[in-house]
């Protein structure tokens, strides 16, 4: 009895099973971790489009909000937008616009799961002149 005891022949198995398993686990929370990166990457180029078209415009109001429905079509996302100033913006005068979202980072389904506010912000300075 001793002697089948001692011995080491389905080891390999076992080390394989468990190998797999961990790297099957890694694999599921890149899968649901990596959705929140690329979130955060698309609200800072929302952000300085955002921003950007102020600057051209010289003003914060239609142009901004039809901009602003633009890119939430195009991404997919739907953040809360706040600006430093509204209406029109002198020449070399700053805004800073702050576009935030909540995002729910689910692990395994609702075990595990937290919500996370991602926050971009953009300033520029305005180019237009209004007599």
Known sequence: MLKKLKDRRGEG?????????CAML???LAVKV???????????TFASELCREAEITGCVGSET???????REQTGLDPDI???KTG????????????TLRKDLGLFGGFGSFPV?????ASG????YHK
Do not use: G, H, M
């Open 117 to 121: 506010t991602l926050r971009a912000q």
């Open 26 to 28: 890694v694999v599921a």
């Open 65 to 71: 909000s039809r901009r602003a429905a633009v890119l």
């Open 88 to 99: 029109d913006i002198q020449l070399n005068e700053e805004v800073t616009v702050t576009v």
């Open 34 to 44: 990596f959705p929140v990166f690329i979130a955060k990457n698309q609200l800072d």
């Open 125 to 128: 300075k305005s180019e237009v």
């Open 82 to 84: 706040s600006w430093s």
């Open 13 to 21: 198995y076992i080390d394989i099973c468990v190998l797999v398993l």
